[in-house]
């Protein structure tokens, strides 16, 4: 029977560790740690994402402060703003909610954030540094699949991975984190062809291509691990789980999985920033 990777139980086991931790900073230095949540335009889901990220905040006991920045915000607005954050001591981390309206260049913007306050792992400079094995915040959607991959003692020495998906957020990161733990990755994307041949050797499939199912259950080998980094309307990921459900090893369901992983991680690294800073 495949193992559930249930990443809403562990992050909430993270959680409680967390608000220990948060508490030990107030204590000791009387200050509690703000996360800023950057959110530019009216996108209704990322919208929904920040309050996401703001009630974790809450639940581990930091502060999280939301900067709503109009549709019609130019790159320099934006990184007016990151620049003034980035010169708040109050401030431990700060996040900028991809993606961005089209006119802004969210590349420029990320990189703007201070390397230590980049508590999301956006910048160029820390895929870097974690590509070249340095201790930096990881990028918090594959630092989250990472930490649950270790907690269930998935092994990855040598095995072949596949990274259907190549953002700078989420799927190179991602293949290089699995690189640093010795699996030999394949990364896919919109120009690959035969992928379903290249998924089908696969020992461990993380989707993350944005499309509905697309990564189907007769392509997978039996005793594959899946990670599904996508969310459809309806609780559908990148990948066909039901279908692959009798002959996979382990799976995150969709909800459940990675987003609850993703939010952990994100918290997790403000209240290290904190520590590093306070303590
Ligand atoms: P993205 O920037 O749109 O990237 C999608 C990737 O999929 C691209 O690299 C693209 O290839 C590839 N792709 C598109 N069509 C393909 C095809 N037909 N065959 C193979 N590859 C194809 O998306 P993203 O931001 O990485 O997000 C991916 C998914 O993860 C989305 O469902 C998103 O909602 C989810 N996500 C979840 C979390 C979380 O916390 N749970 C966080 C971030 C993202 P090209 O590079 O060639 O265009």
């Not at 948060?22 to 800023?36: E, M, Y």
Request: aromatic content about 4%; proline content about 4%; charged content about 25%.
């Amino acid at each position: 029977m495949a193992v559930k990777l249930d990443g809403k139980a562990l992050s909430r086991k993270m959680e409680s560790e967390l608000l220990i931790r948060s508490q030990a900073i107030i204590d000791k230095t009387g200050v509690k740690p703000v996360l800023a949540t950057v959110l530019v335009g009216d996108d209704p889901s990322s919208a929904i994402y920040v309050n996401m990220k703001g009630r974790a905040c809450k639940r581990v006991g930091i502060k999280s402060r939301k900067v709503l920045l109009p549709n019609d915000s130019t790159t320099e607005n934006v990184l007016d703003k990151i620049d003034e954050l980035n010169n708040d001591d109050s401030v431990f981390g700060i996040l900028l909610q991809h993606p961005v309206p089209k006119q802004i260049d969210e590349r420029a913007c990320f990189d703007k954030i201070a390397l230590s306050k980049d508590v999301d792992g956006v910048t160029s400079l820390g895929f870097g540094k974690m590509t070249m094995g340095e201790e930096v915040f990881s990028c918090a959607t594959p630092g989250g699949i990472m930490k649950m991959l270790e907690h269930y003692d998935i092994p990855l020495e040598g095995k072949d991975a596949v990274v259907v998906g190549r953002s700078p957020i989420l799927g190179k990161p991602m293949a290089m984190m699995l690189l640093n733990k010795n699996a030999t990755v394949t990364i896919c994307h919109s120009r690959t062809k035969n992928l379903s041949d290249i998924i089908s050797r696969a020992d461990i499939i993380v989707g993350a291509v944005g499309i509905k199912e697309f990564i189907k259950g007769d392509w997978i080998k039996n005793g594959a691990v899946l990670i599904d980094a996508g969310y459809h309307q309806g609780g559908f990921g990148d990948i066909e789980i039901d279908k692959a459900i009798d002959k996979c090893s382990a799976y995150t369901p969709v909800p459940g999985g990675v987003g609850p992983m993703t939010i952990a991680t994100l918290i997790s690294q403000t209240i290290k920033s904190a520590e590093m800073k306070l303590l």
